[in-house]
């Protein structure tokens, strides 16, 4: 499916949802630029902690952010993310490091910066561009904003399953991380994570990934006719 008029499509979710997933099979289908807002944030935590800057220095941060670079190059099978010019795209899907992302994007000076430059890569058009408050603060605006979510205990067993986890205690420690991270997404001062009012909620729970890029594919297909 090719459309003529660039859109800016926005995907939200809690972590496990599906996000990431529908996000690039979609942008691959339209032939768009697939963006992920996280990889964002979790360059910004591997930065402090290779710094040893506290997570909860909101100021620091701040001023951490300022002088950081991160550029995502999008690719087949996902985005290339540069730190100051250093490919982080692996470290930064570790599980300390994602962690920490949770952290750092609760303070507001931080999305600010965040959300102005995410801005800036989807301003042409031609997007999908995923994260937790992508309908509601980055692109109030997009053509489309969908909202997935699922089950907690499935999305739980996806991130045990990626993470190629087996013991109980592992599970256990995923299950309780997912739930820690969902409590400071949702309740969180800036952007916190909630549908927009006009997003399309889609419960991937009981969906396949192809079923769900299909329905997702539906609604473009209809903005586009409109």
Known sequence: MTTARK???AIDGPAGSGKSTIAARLAKKLGYVNLESGAM??????KA?????????????????ASTVIDLEPR???????????????????????AAASRV???????EIMVQRQRALGLGG??????????TAVFPNADVKIFLDAEESVRAERRIVQSGLRSAEDTQRVIAELAARDQRD???SASPLVAAP??????????????VVAEVEGLVRRVVSD
Not at 198 to 211: G, L, P, Q, Y
């Open 7 to 9: 859109l800016v499509i």
């Open 126 to 135: 031609g997007v999908v561009m995923e994260g937790r408050d992508i309908g």
């Open 186 to 188: 949702r309740t969180r």
């Open 41 to 46: 944030y979790r360059a910004l935590a591997l």
């Open 76 to 98: 087949g099978e996902g985005n290339r993310v540069l730190l100051d010019g250093r490919d982080v795209s692996q470290r930064v899907r570790d599980a300390d490091v994602t």
């Open 49 to 65: 902690m290779e710094r040893q800057i506290s997570l909860d220095d909101g100021e620091a941060l701040q001023q951490l952010a």
């Open 105 to 111: 994007s609760i303070h507001p000076p931080v999305r």
């Open 198 to 211: 006009d997003a399309v909620h889609v419960d991937t729970t009981h969906k396949s990934i192809d079923d």
